[in-house]
């Protein structure tokens, strides 16, 4: 029996300490950090950033040449095709102009050996398509930004969240302990004949209520540190992060308007600069292009000999006068596309300046919510204080006093509410009007 329990007593140690290592606490700043090298929206979006940069990069082709190698084996016993690989060897002799070996060559082998390059000199379309390409980068890299920034405001949303948990657990606990007292005293008070049974009874419910909100006020701290892993990209494996305690953050900053330099609004001017470029890259393809081209070659009538070399060069100016109307309807897409982003851009500056708007009257809402609970908290405390002497002498009922302990308990409730609830606006308002510079 002796064993047994040592052996219990082991393996509950055993599960506390386990349970204690899994036990983590973070700060506010400490998490967004993690979430902005781990999020996997925040590697999603820098790697369209990387995917963007690939994608110019390819229009390096631009100004860079084109080189090509290549080795080719011909047979053949076309007498013109004969000839000519006598002429590419460099080895025509007076016999091979006999009439009969001209019309009757027989099998001839060829062996090449071909080098060539293509340099563009000027294509001013695809130059503005370059330019083209480099604002869409841009893009990316701002909306890679603003990706950061939101997944900073999850991530003090979630951290508020999960303070929340713990406060409503302890005011819960605080409750229950406020409870247990009166219950205790309310069964001494029937044991003397003082009370009806009736007052033990709800007494011992409001233990029960309040027990239970407890294994659900653990159930939310748990569920809510499992989404503050997700946003910083860990897994939860049961791990279990404390917070600090929940308090109302007053922010220090002082603008707090719409600006310009905001990354999603920087993102689609760049768009627009973007749309712009293919306009230019359109109206361009009207004009000629010019390139440069050569090649230089080994021929000889024997695989893997490199002798008989010639070359070829050249300048190639071209003029495409008509597409079958392909670049005038390709210049009037790209033309109404940078008008529709700007459209978009125009509509999403009021949208968020409303935004802006409203979440600035819904902080000043939580700052007088949050004045009113404070208040309402301590009237229900002096409440409670009152009815707790009557009832020691009598003069209060047992329900009058259970009512006044659940409404003081509700009230800090909702003022940790009230608060979190400003944390979360701060949080948003510092999301809308934060700047790229």
Same mark, same amino acid.
């Given at each position: 029996?002796?064993?047994?329990?040592?052996?219990?007593?082991?393996?509950?140690?055993?599960?506390?300490?386990?349970?204690?290592?899994?036990?983590?606490?973070?700060?506010?700043?400490?998490?967004?950090?993690?979430?902005?090298?781990?999020?996997?929206?925040?590697?999603?979006?820098?790697?369209?950033?990387?995917?963007?940069?690939?994608?110019?990069?390819?229009?390096?082709?631009?100004?860079?040449?084109?080189?090509?190698?290549?080795?080719?084996?011909?047979?053949?016993?076309?007498?013109?095709?004969?000839?000519?690989? #006598?002429?590419?060897?460099?080895?025509?002799?007076?016999?091979?102009?006999?009439?009969?070996? #001209?019309?009757?060559?027989?099998?001839?082998?060829?062996?090449?050996?071909?080098?060539?390059?293509?340099?563009?000199?000027?294509?001013?379309?695809?130059?503005?398509?370059?330019?083209?390409?480099?604002?869409?980068?841009?893009?990316?890299?701002?909306?890679?930004?603003?990706?950061?920034?939101?997944?900073?405001?999850?991530?003090?949303?979630?951290?508020?969240?999960?303070?929340?948990?713990?406060?409503?657990? +302890?005011?819960?606990?605080?409750?229950?302990?406020?409870?247990?007292?009166?219950?205790?005293?309310?069964?001494?008070?029937?044991?003397?004949?003082?009370?009806?049974?009736?007052?033990?009874?709800?007494?011992?419910?409001?233990? +029960?209520?309040?027990?239970?909100?407890?294994?659900?006020?653990?159930?939310?701290?748990? +569920?809510?540190?499992?989404?503050?892993?997700?946003?910083?990209?860990?897994?939860?494996?049961?791990?279990?992060?404390?917070?600090?305690?929940?308090?109302?953050?007053?922010?220090?900053?002082?603008?707090?308007?719409?600006?310009?330099?905001?990354?999603?609004?920087?993102?689609?001017?760049?768009?627009?600069?973007?749309?712009?470029? #293919?306009?230019?890259?359109?109206?361009?393809?009207?004009?000629?292009?010019?390139?440069?081209?050569?090649?230089?070659?080994?021929?000889?009538?024997?695989?893997?000999?490199?002798?008989?070399?010639?070359?070829?060069?050249?300048?190639?100016?071209?003029?495409?006068?008509?597409?079958?109307?392909?670049?005038?309807?390709?210049?009037?897409?790209?033309?109404?596309?940078?008008?529709?982003?700007?459209?978009?851009?125009?509509?999403?500056?009021?949208?968020?300046? #409303?935004?802006?708007?409203?979440?600035?009257?819904?902080?000043?809402?939580?700052?007088?919510?949050?004045?009113?609970?404070?208040?309402?908290?301590?009237?229900?405390?002096?409440?409670?204080?009152?009815?707790?002497?009557?009832?020691?002498?009598?003069?209060?009922?047992?329900?009058?006093?259970?009512?006044?302990?659940?409404?003081?308990?509700?009230?800090?409730?909702?003022?940790?509410?009230?608060?979190?609830?400003?944390?979360?606006?701060?949080?948003?308002?510092?999301?809308?009007?934060?700047? +790229?510079?």
């Amino acid at each position: 029996m002796k064993k047994v329990i040592i052996i219990t007593l082991s393996t509950i140690w055993l599960g506390l300490q386990v349970e204690a290592q899994n036990i983590r606490y973070i700060s506010a700043d400490e998490a967004v950090e993690i979430a902005i090298s781990n999020n996997s929206n925040v590697k999603m979006a820098g790697w369209d950033t990387k995917i963007a940069n690939a994608n110019y990069h390819q229009t390096d082709a631009v100004f860079l040449p084109q080189i090509t190698v290549g080795y080719t084996a011909l047979s053949t016993n076309n007498p013109l095709n004969a000839f000519g690989f #006598l002429l590419q060897q460099e080895s025509v002799t007076a016999m091979d102009f006999d009439p009969a070996k #001209l019309n009757n060559p027989g099998a001839s082998q060829n062996y090449s050996t071909q080098v060539e390059a293509k340099l563009p000199l000027l294509n001013m379309d695809l130059i503005y398509a370059r330019k083209g390409a480099k604002a869409q980068e841009e893009v990316y890299k701002y909306k890679a930004e603003r990706t950061k920034e939101y997944i900073e405001f999850e991530v003090r949303k979630a951290y508020a969240g999960l303070q929340m948990s713990y406060q409503a657990r +302890n005011i819960l606990q605080r409750s229950l302990d406020d409870v247990k007292q009166i219950h205790q005293s309310v069964s001494n008070f029937y044991d003397q004949g003082l009370v009806q049974k009736s007052d033990v009874l709800n007494a011992q419910v409001q233990v +029960n209520t309040i027990e239970a909100a407890l294994v659900k006020a653990e159930s939310n701290i748990h +569920n809510a540190s499992d989404g503050l892993c997700l946003l910083m990209g860990q897994e939860a494996n049961d791990k279990l992060y404390t917070t600090d305690s929940l308090v109302q953050e007053i922010s220090l900053h002082q603008a707090r308007e719409l600006l310009s330099f905001r990354s999603d609004i920087m993102a689609l001017n760049k768009a627009i600069d973007a749309t712009g470029m #293919l306009v230019k890259s359109s109206q361009m393809a009207f004009l000629p292009r010019i390139n440069a081209f050569g090649s230089y070659g080994l021929n000889d009538s024997k695989a893997f000999k490199f002798r008989n070399d010639s070359y070829l060069v050249g300048i190639n100016l071209s003029w495409t006068i008509f597409s079958g109307n392909q670049n005038r309807s390709k210049m009037k897409s790209a033309q109404f596309q940078r008008d529709r982003m700007q459209e978009e851009l125009n509509l999403h500056i009021k949208k968020e300046q #409303l935004e802006l708007s409203k979440t600035k009257r819904d902080l000043n809402d939580a700052q007088i919510e949050i004045n009113k609970q404070k208040l309402s908290v301590e009237q229900a405390g002096e409440a409670l204080r009152i009815l707790s002497n009557r009832h020691r002498e009598g003069l209060a009922s047992t329900t009058d006093l259970l009512m006044a302990q659940a409404q003081l308990s509700q009230q800090k409730l909702l003022l940790s509410q009230s608060i979190m609830s400003y944390n979360i606006t701060e949080a948003y308002l510092n999301f809308l009007s934060k700047t +790229n510079v």
